[in-house]
């Protein structure tokens, strides 16, 4: 990929002003919107994503993975979540994704991903790949039920230009495995790297709580659960949640 970073003091999501370069055609594969501020940052299905200003990470990658079926584009959120896994470790402990790509370090989060495909075909045209993860922040106000960041767990500040180039040079590294069709490599990884995977836990769904044990991720990206009688079901984002 060509690295073509564009800085912007404010925005409303790095997300949205990504979307808009690819659909103008001003931006290369390879290009990444990194922000001091967003005034409206997106989570997950209409979540928002709270961040003090010039704190954090806040960047959006834009990828063109026009060799990768539209049914598969559950891969473009496991490269991105075990590229953040992987650089994580060597600042803190007990770093895991949280199904479906939420950062976790310990029980608490540490970051989050949003991944916005657009389809061409039967193909993805265009992945932007927006990524919050905390770094300096060291109050959290929004009311999100489990945040931390980097500093609050080691004390110490980090740069995040420092950050965003080592998150690059990680994408790229999995984006080439993806590339070069290295499915089960990425499959082994991330399941290896998901928190709670393989052992018993407690799980929320339809109002109902019920144990069970982790055993890998459909097609799709949806979860797959063993319960104690032995029944396995599949679970959808928002169909199912963790008890923590």
Known sequence: MNKNFIFLNEVDSTNNYANQLVVT????????????????????????????AGKNLLASFILRPVFLN?????????????????????????????????IYAGNRKIAGIL??????????????????LNLNQEIFVSGAPNPVSLKQLTGKNYEI????????????????????????EIDTVYHQSLFRMKEWAHYSANGKTFEAWMIGTGQFGQLQLEHR????TEHF???VEFVI
Do not use: C, H, M, R
């Open 115 to 132: 991944i916005e495909n657009s389809v061409l075909g039967q193909n993805i045209e265009t992945a932007i790949a927006g990524i919050g």
């Open 70 to 102: 539209a049914a598969d584009q559950f891969y473009i959120s496991k490269i991105i979540s075990l590229s953040i896994a992987e650089i994580l470790p060597s600042k803190t402990k007990d770093i895991t994704i949280k199904w479906p790509n939420d």
């Open 229 to 232: 009688d032995g029944k396995i």
């Open 237 to 239: 984002f928002k169909e």
């Open 25 to 52: 055609k001003a931006a290369d594969e390879g290009t990444v919107v990194l922000a001091q501020f967003q005034k409206a940052g997106k989570g997950q299905k209409g979540n928002s994503w709270e961040s003090e």
């Open 161 to 184: 230009q420092q950050f965003a180039d080592d998150l690059f040079v990680v994408i790229e590294k999995w984006y080439g495995k993806l590339q070069n069709n290295k499915f089960a």
